[in-house]
T-cell receptor, first 112, second 115 residues
Framework: QKEVEQDPGPLSVPEGAIVSLNCTYS??????FMWYRQYSRKGPELLMY????GNKEDGRFTAQVDKSSKYISLFIRDSQPSDSATYLC????????????FGKGTKLSVIP | GAVVSQHPSWVICKSGTSVKIECRSL??????MFWYRQFPKQSLMLMAT?????????EQGVEKDKFLINHASLTLSTLTVTSAHPEDSSFYIC???????????FGPGTRLTVL
């Protein structure tokens, strides 16, 4: 079993839809959880950063972490064509350990 | 947010030559930097951890004599691909966690094509 599982998609949704992306993980030591957005041929861009369980909202994006289920989600409201990209979940253990473990990434297309 | 730059953004070289890629943290200090490789439609694979003032730590299966890493200052790490071969063609990305915030920022990547 891989440490982080993420459905690679592709996922296609109409403009304005709510998008739900998720990852599961097996390592209970993970404490910090991130979502990155990566456009084709570009480096990943940090979208959301959360510590431990709970929700975090930033504009149209909401990140959820459920450590008891080892499950994290990213919701995108009112999706736009410019949201079309690959979304990578990433996580790492506690403070002092910066090494990230990534999911495979989910390719999202938002159709106008 | 903080900015990490990479140079060059793309490079084409002949088989057998060496290529150097630079990674710079532009407005913050980074004691540690990471180097990743990404093949098409694949996720990022960590190659090595670069530490300022000390030797890099390589992941299992990564040849340290082929991928030379130098972290000469708190804002610069370099990756040199020595005696490059076509199978080394890939997208190389660096990242740097900002000291004291734990937030990790990625560079824009360098696309290497070895002919």
């Amino acid at each position: 079993q891989k440490e982080v599982e993420q459905d690679p998609g592709p996922l296609s949704v109409p403009e304005g839809a709510i998008v739900s992306l998720n990852c599961t993980y097996s390592n209970s030591a993970f404490q910090y959880f991130m979502w990155y957005r990566q456009y084709s041929r570009k480096g990943p861009e940090l979208l959301m950063y959360t510590y431990s369980s709970g929700n975090k909202e930033d504009g149209r994006f909401t990140a959820q972490v459920d450590k008891s289920s080892k499950y994290i989600s990213l919701f995108i409201r009112d999706s736009q064509p410019s949201d079309s990209a690959t979304y990578l979940c990433a996580m790492r253990p506690g403070a002092g350990s910066y090494q990230l473990t990534f999911g495979k990434g989910t390719k999202l297309s938002v159709i106008p | 947010g903080a900015v990490v730059s990479q140079h060059p953004s793309w490079v084409i070289c002949k088989s057998g030559t060496s290529v150097k890629i630079e990674c710079r943290s532009l407005d913050f200090q980074a004691t540690t930097m990471f180097w990743y490789r990404q093949f098409p439609k694949q996720s990022l694979m960590l190659m090595a951890t670069s530490n300022e003032g000390s030797k890099a730590t390589y992941e299992q299966g990564v040849e340290k004599d082929k991928f030379l890493i130098n972290h000469a200052s708190l804002t610069l790490s370099t990756l040199t691909v020595t005696s490059a071969h076509p199978e080394d063609s890939s997208f190389y990305i660096c990242s740097a966690p900002e000291d004291f915030t734990d937030t990790q920022y990625f560079g824009p990547g360098t696309r290497l094509t070895v002919l």
